[in-house]
């Protein structure tokens, strides 16, 4: 073998084995949203902590607006198939994108409030099980939510740090993408019998 090839070899050896330690050894993914200043960041650490915090998103929180009639969003049926199968799906795939990951680190400080001073009470008196139970239950748990009977309030932070071993998300990924990538049936005209 010539030593050109036995590099070649070698050099695949070497992306093989980075490859094959990214999928199985836990990577961190940690998050920050803030509604108070309107920014959003995401970063993830690979290869168990032995490669540096990487920044895959750092910016503006995005403004979510309802679609415009007549806007692409209500342009037909055009996907709505493929869109009813993973709806159909969503609940598996989510239990599957959720189980593998472990919640290391979790704050988070709200406030929140309905038009109702009713609905605002029982809206917390839904979410005070959650909150406590949640807080307890992780390690670095500091969860606070606080009910504004005043009027409809929305804002706060969270923090959190999970912790995943990516190899456990290949299977759901490959399902998300079967259902995006598959051909849409064509549509059958209905008939009278």
């Given at each position: 073998m010539s030593?050109?090839?036995?590099?070649?070899?070698?050099?695949?050896?070497?992306?093989?084995?980075?490859?094959?330690a990214a999928l199985l050894l836990p990577a961190r993914l940690w998050l920050r949203a803030s509604s108070r200043d309107g920014r959003v960041a995401i970063r993830a650490r690979l290869m168990g902590g032995l490669l540096p915090w990487v920044t895959l998103h750092e910016g503006a929180l995005p403004r979510l607006r309802a679609p415009a009639p007549g806007s692409a969003v209500w342009a037909g049926p055009t996907g709505q198939r493929r869109g009813r199968r993973l709806l159909r799906a969503a609940p598996e795939l989510l239990r599957a994108v959720v189980t593998p990951a472990r919640l290391e680190r979790l704050s988070l400080d709200a406030r929140i409030g309905l038009d109702d001073p009713a609905a605002t009470g029982a809206?917390?008196?839904?979410?005070?099980?959650?909150?406590?139970?949640?807080?307890?239950?992780?390690?670095?748990?500091?969860?606070?939510?606080?009910?504004?009977?005043?009027?409809?309030?929305?804002?706060?932070?969270?923090?959190?740090?999970?912790?995943?071993?990516?190899?456990?998300?290949?299977?759901?990924?490959?399902?998300?993408?079967?259902?995006?990538?598959?051909?849409?049936?064509?549509p059958t005209a209905w008939r009278p019998a």
């Open positions: 030593a050109l090839a036995v590099a070649l070899v070698g050099a695949a050896g070497v992306v093989l084995a980075a490859l094959g809206l917390f008196g839904a979410l005070t099980p959650l909150v406590y139970g949640l807080g307890h239950a992780v390690a670095g748990g500091a969860l606070r939510v606080e009910p504004v009977f005043s009027g409809p309030v929305f804002e706060g932070e969270v923090e959190c740090i999970l912790s995943v071993r990516p190899w456990r998300w290949v299977r759901p990924a490959g399902r998300i993408l079967r259902i995006l990538a598959s051909p849409e049936p064509a």
